[in-house]
């Protein structure tokens, strides 16, 4: 068969090529859509400090879930992202709308105690510190919502469960959350129990707290400055069944400033306090506080009964930062308990914590809340390295006053975390305590030493 | 270099050129298989009614779960779809055959009376209404199950939990569904704690009401006709933890009818009834049912100590509708409790609701289930709009009497509801209500007013 | 207009085909990609026996964990694989390094007996045998961590909660989990409660048990031959709230082996024993074991009240194995509880079970473990198939003795399992029990008849 190179099929072979070419380039575009939408999304993914693990859903700054709402023109509406490295997948919708991830953590101890001249005390047992299923999610830049329950020591225990709303005013992000909420209060008060660098929150998270605990059903405003940020909070009581009388009525302030932050070095300032209307049925306000280990029972400073209050008011500071991979944080509190017809109850804490990653992480310290997160492990061993490891050490005290000193305390912990990615922990904490408590079936001076080994996963 | 435009090269390109278009085209068949499947997904994702969002995995009608399960020639079996904008995402596999949704919701309340001439009714709290967790996944067009736990007030209630099956019988759709299940009983007694208009359910929905409460483990069958269906449930008690006396057992049954369904006008009625034998260990059968608010543990209709109850028979009646944007529904019900060598005591119960988008939604009424459930929010606020603003308002009447009248009691509520978008909601319900025991600590005529702020979030 | 065919546009139109034809190419490829990476991980997701579904991320073996990891080159880091088929899905990041997958079940009976000469144990109740939620995740081939509450009887039961590692040592599978941990303790006891073949466990696995029951916080090592493994445990108690007194210290250890082991037979040997050194707070090993049905709770092998235990040890084996689609399996145990200034309270239990499936399917035993999980379906009713039909049969004899024989039982059992796909079963029991207590109500020889229907989900 013969070939003709005439005009004419020149002409539709030079058709052909451009209508291929027409029909490749717009190929070429839409598979190179995905490709810049995920380069979008990781670009905004960003995290707030650059040595911490990306936020959540409801933890993300506006710019950053805003930027990640930004339609993608011929995105999919039933299209995934999935975002992973944070223990449980974080799911977003592909023009970045919706957003959504299962939320736990996983903490249990051993824990042995030796040395008191009490034999009651010198025991070891075995405890769940958080063992938590949960939700977040996210709908547009501005919406976010957030469920968690605890089933530690096979109980329920509701934790966050808030509905909120985040924008800006003034130039600054501020976001507000309705429901039941974790006091901002303190650093390590402020942090997660999957985020604290010792086994046990100091004295000063555990003693100066609210009568109600950690967590309160209200509202919470919070504003985010550069280097700062503020928050006020308005609850009654936790989630319970108790209906019969007026809830409780707390009110909670918080601000911390960086006034140095720069890639290396963070100094941090903050300062704190609550005041408390007292219903009814809250009038007894008898401390245990953990000294050396929450599951050794008998390891407490006491105060012995108190009944008849009425109100408290606390406050605090806290003073601290990091250089490289070292960090220092002390923080002290009063806390004043009012109690109808008698003095005052007071209890006072103070303790000073350093530590550094010897694997030469920058401290997990979150600036935009002014408390601990999650490292961002340099060499996980899952590529081989050797995970991170950070040496730790605290000295706390503690001391309960009303006529007379009612109990006291101090503890001397060091520890080692070992970090085996950014989600799973190993902790080993030493500690020397002293407990001098005037009454109870542990009275009087007593030292002891305790070690608690804690396996960790944040999800 | 020369080049000869011979016969033989120009036959080679010309091949050059059929081969790269034969591998274009399946490219791009290739390419839209993807839209192509999304597009047929979609289609088949029309919801019961068009102001309703999409149905979860298994509240799916027969067709439209058939039609998700049709596999797409080509599909990847590990693929996934991921269809948004019902508060957790639903996952299906690309094929259709399975699927599976993160299920829950959050309800938070913060309740305050006033005006009592009991001091100890005029109380603010807070509470929880709802904190649930769970799933629900398909597998193929016919098979379906449920689980979910509340944690609300800090314990465990397992509410749903089944196993399901759904086809065709005579041209119409059944399902039948064996394990924890929710009563189908009264237009507000069927629809979830998420969805009920006011914060709380009219009186006929929390007082005629089988013993065992709003679940028991048993099995169920529904019929769907197109503007009707019915359902017969038969079930032993609740989850429990007593196996030393036989169960209780209540059979229910409930139909609803369409007379008139147009896109902009719906005529609803409703009949419904329920009888139990009681068990032994189940024959207290004293109420104290909430009228005012759920959170003010004093604000009861209350019949006092009623023992010796053998079983029970309760009915009710429903009428009501909507057009364009206003809805109305009225109920009514009785229940008789048989007492061994006293006379019955009688619940009897009524109300009138009304209700209005002011933002022009169509009601979410359910002309599948006859209940109601979540709006489609014309146009939400993270699309720059108002959200969906619902008014309304309720009177509702109550009293229990045995030889004579034990309690009575009514409430008048105005209330407005704002849809953030369609499945966040903030609610406030301003309620007039008045209670006369005649026994108790809350005994004669009492007259007061509650509001109640509810911060909402189903996913 | 005219057409020169000239060398110049002739070498123009070839090398705008040359052009055309590297970007097809280049997009063939990216496009080509998916599927290469999809066929690798199906194919490294071969299950442990060709019967069983594929493992999760935290029962996987090191090769497939591996395997899976193996990151693709050119994978998109925020990409998703999502494998169903097992209730839930499971999500894989693009690169493999990540999974994640919801977990639980829902197991609901009713159960109703008769014949006993003790009206109260003539009773017809429902419960709850399980409840579940939960997840598992993987990250790279070698850590994984799990957790899981069951809320059945409206309580809290934390499972599994763990943290565990895996890798190779002499060639050998290991892994090590840290947390609360299932006893691995023969071959019903090692079954997980959505896997047995009757709705109860063998005698063996309900009465030869350590103190604290089936989970315990520790740690435990395991060891996998290609045909056989090992396994060392020690914990302290269960999650509980108990930190007053030294928790009770148990180990456990078992081994099986498979001295055949062929596509169609497999033999099963096992021993195993556990010792107990008692808490001074759980000196009470009162038993009033299962004999007929769980939820009739006037049905079991009683004690009466024993205290003041020290310390216990079990022990047992098991003989069995399948042969195309029928299984046998025997099991023996004792334990010996210590008790001070007494004899020791001994426990005999022994049992003969044998099943088959009438639709073909080879028995779900899983030779990595050497316990049961779930089969493999082959014509799942979602594909218009009948599932898979097994008919099960039990005989089983339960002694407590101590001075003399305190009570003792038998039950004969005869089953059907109808697994709709390999996820959802209905089971049918009927049981003829035997029992014979020295005390309590229920004293004296008495036999009866229990039928029990389960519907279940595993996801």
């Known amino acids: 068969q013969e070939t003709v190179s005439s005009a004419a099929t020149d002409e539709a072979r030079r058709a052909e090529i451009d209508a291929l070419r027409a029909r490749l380039e717009s190929l070429e575009k839409r598979q190179a859509r995905d490709h810049e939408e995920l380069e979008e999304v990781r670009a905004v993914m960003a995290p707030i400090a650059p040595q911490l693990v990306p936020p959540g859903p409801a933890t993300a700054p506006v710019d950053t879930a805003r930027a990640v709402a930004v339609p993608v023109p011929g995105a999919k509406v039933t299209d995934v992202q999935v975002e992973w490295g944070a223990g449980a997948p974080i799911f977003r919708s592909g023009d970045g709308v919706f957003s959504f991830k299962p939320r736990g953590r996983i903490l249990l101890d051993v824990s042995g105690s030796g040395g008191s001249g009490y034999e009651a005390r010198n025991i070891t047992t075995t405890g769940s510190r958080a063992l938590r299923l949960g939700i977040e999610g996210g709908v547009g830049p501005h919406l976010f919502y957030q469920f968690e329950s605890d089933f530690a020591e096979n109980g329920v225990d509701v934790v ?48 100066i707290i609210p009568q109600r605990g950690f967590y309160g059903i209200g509202a919470q405003g919070r504003l985010f ?21 007026n809830d409780s009525r707390t009110v909670i302030a918080r601000a911390h400033w960086n006034p140095v932050k720069t890639d290396t070095t963070v100094v941090h300032v903050g300062a704190w306090g609550f005041d ?10 008898t401390r245990n506080t953990v000294i050396g280990g929450r599951f050794n029972g008998s390891l407490r400073v006491s105060t012995g009964p108190l009944t008849g209050a009425t109100g408290d008011t606390g406050y605090g500071a806290e003073l601290g930062g990091y250089w490289r991979a070292l960090w220092a944080m002390a923080e002290l509190g009063r806390r004043e308990v009012r ?64 006529e007379s000193r009612l109990g006291e305390g101090w503890a001397a912990t060091v520890g080692v975390n070992w970090y085996l990615n950014s989600f799973t922990r190993l902790m080993l904490n030493g500690i020397h305590w002293h407990t001098d408590n005037r009454g109870g079936d542990f009275a009087g001076g007593d030292d002891g030493e305790t070690v608690t080994l804690r396996a960790q996963v944040s999800y």
């Not at 400055?225 to 009388?245: C, E, I, K």
């Not at 408390?276 to 306000?285: C, D, N, R």
């Open 225 to 245: 400055g550069p280097n700062w940020h503020a928050s006020l909070t308005l609850t009654g009581d936790d989630v319970d069944s108790a209906y019969a009388v």
């Open 339 to 402: 109690l109808a017809g008698q003095r005052d109850f007071l209890s006072d804490a103070w303790s000073v914590s350093v530590g550094g990653f010897v694997t030469g992480e920058t401290p997990p310290y979150n600036p935009r809340f002014g408390n601990f997160t999650q490292p961002k492990v340099s060499r996980s061993i899952l590529d081989g390295g050797p995970g991170a490891i950070e040496l730790t050490a605290r000295y706390e005290r503690l001391a309960f006053t009303q």
């Open 276 to 285: 408390e209307k007292l219903s009814s049925a809250a009038g007894t306000v």
């Open 160 to 207: 966050t469960a808030f509905l909120g709303w985040r924008h800006k005013v003034l130039g600054l992000d501020y976001d507000i959350r309705i429901g039941n909420l974790f006091n901002d209060r303190g650093l390590e008060g402020s942090t997660g129990s999957d985020s604290t660098p010792f086994v046990e929150r100091t004295v000063v998270g555990t003693a």
